[in-house]
């Protein structure tokens, strides 16, 4: 009798080790067959130093799964100078071709600049952020723009805890 009861929790504990080893090897195949979703990809382009007074375009070249994107929903560029967020300028961008879109913008004043092109296109919002220095104006790391330090509520999107935007659905 003790035998068959030795045998029986070998045969047992044998049985639960491969139930978990296979539990274990079919969350791995899980992890691995999940598919990379494709992002919403924005190249924001405008130079680091401009003159006083010049005028230039800002571009943003807009793709998704590596085609230009025609149709944005938006393309925003949102221009302040340097710690001054809140007295930032919107202007709306204009498409050109192959996934460009375009606005001018006078840098009027010897400052640093600091700019997003708000883009949203293909479900998905992406709001990339460059710096231009007007002038010999030197940036101020006190100043500094902290993107999560920046409200972006009046575009229809809410940000979560880290401070990145989700469109409302």
Known sequence: MKKQLFFLVIILTALLAACSSNEADTAEDDDAELPELPALEVDFDVPEH??????IDLTAHV???DEPVEDANEVLFEVWTQGNAD????IEGTHQENGTYTASFTFEEEAV??????TTAEG??????????????????????DEMD??????GADEDEHGHEHEDE
Request: charged share 30%.
């Open 63 to 65: 793709s998704f799964e």
């Open 124 to 145: 998905q919002h992406n709001m990339p952020l460059e710096t231009v220095i007007a002038g010999d104006a030197e940036p101020s790391e006190e100043d500094a723009h």
């Open 50 to 55: 401009v003159e006083v007074g010049e005028t």
């Open 87 to 90: 007295d930032s300028v919107d």
């Open 150 to 155: 920046h409200e972006h509520h009046e575009h």
């Open 113 to 118: 600049y600091e700019m997003y092109a708000h």
